[in-house]
């Protein structure tokens, strides 16, 4: 096959390739461009979500500046915070289970209560 006489175009703008055979886009802009497109719904989706992650840990963040802190269900609702999305969770050996936002979380306790805390060190 005759490479030489074929009409390659850019996968973005369309305009004529010159070049390498494996040359799909004319510049870096016609590149970004085209792979931004490719990937708009994936990239909305993830910071939709990573909005709401950040906007938890700022909920938690404010209303335990010190490490640790109790707080009732409620309070946390009225400031907007979101319970179905976190980055992680801490069992300890003795089967508590802590949800963090990042390096804020907290644990479910009796009567709708939350103890609020900072991820430690040792806490993977």
Known sequence: MNYANEKR??????????GRRDQKFCCDYCRNAYNNKLNEDANNYMRRINNILRKNR?????????GKKTVDAITLAEEGFNFHYFTNIYKT???????FCYDRGYLKIDND????????DYVK
């Open 93 to 99: 050996k003795k089967g508590s289970e802590y949800i």
């Open 58 to 66: 700022r909920i938690l963040e404010r209303l335990n500046p010190h």
């Open 113 to 120: 209560q939350y103890f609020l805390v900072h991820k430690q």
């Open 9 to 18: 175009e850019c996968l973005e703008c369309s305009s004529p390739l010159n």
